[in-house]
């Protein structure tokens, strides 16, 4: 729902912004201790980013628009992958048309195939499909989830609609999860229940003799969303 924090959460995900504490690794490098610039050259080849707005720029064509992924990247390709990622975007016709040319759901596709253009490790996308009919916005959501599985990317995609996340081989409600971060935090820890504390700050006298068996805790704290069948964390 709105004002979970999806957006920021992605935002973050990119280094387009830094958290108040704590580190955002992608694969081997944390971007908290990354500079500004270096965090856009790092996004820029690393990191596909599909924006809610689009952000496509409004004097250069379908075409245009997609190369220019690579650009910023500062990456040399062939013109056939752009006209590749159109065609399978079913866009191939529209290629030389300017935004302003296209419909919403046509420039939300173009966005799409910008974001995939250079191949990225990591996929974020924010309601990508949010102004496609169902029915066309189903087969969009397939098609990136498949390229993105062809490149080995990781995709992480918040959206408010649950037919999309159904798409999603993990799934995460964020409303719920900041509720409850919140709820615990503007609590003092001696108002909680024992059973919600980690063990190493209760009372000794509320803890058993033996340590706790394994399988009170998980087996790993770290998760990420990717589609059915591939990509890597």
Do not use: C, W
């Amino acid at each position: 729902s709105s004002g979970s924090g999806k957006s920021t959460l992605l935002h973050i995900l990119s280094g387009l912004l830094l958290p108040d504490r704590g580190s955002v690794r992608v694969g081997d490098v944390d971007l908290t201790r990354l500079g500004e610039r270096e965090r856009d050259r790092f996004r820029a080849s690393h990191i596909g980013y599909i924006f809610q707005t689009f952000n496509l720029l409004p004097g250069f064509s379908a075409l245009e628009n997609v190369r220019l992924g690579a650009f910023f990247a500062g990456r040399k390709h062939d013109k056939g992958v752009a006209e590749g990622l159109l065609e399978r975007m079913g866009l191939l016709d529209r290629q030389h048309h300017l935004p302003t040319e296209l419909s919403v759901g046509q420039q939300q596709r173009v966005a799409v195939a910008r974001a995939l253009i250079n191949k990225p490790e990591l996929l974020l996308a924010d309601e990508p499909l949010g102004n496609q009919d169902p029915e066309t916005g189903g087969k969009v959501l397939d098609l990136m989830l498949e390229i993105a599985r062809e490149m080995d990317s990781t995709v992480i995609m918040v959206t408010h609609d649950p037919l999309s996340a159904e798409h999603m081989q993990r799934r995460i409600d964020l409303h719920a999860l900041s509720s409850e971060a919140l709820s615990y935090s503007t609590l003092p820890s001696d108002t909680l229940p024992a059973d919600t504390l980690p063990a190493d700050t209760l009372p000794a006298d509320t803890l058993p003799s033996e340590t706790l068996p394994s399988d009170t805790l998980p087996s790993d704290t770290t998760s990420s969303e990717t589609p059915d069948g591939g990509g890597k964390s």
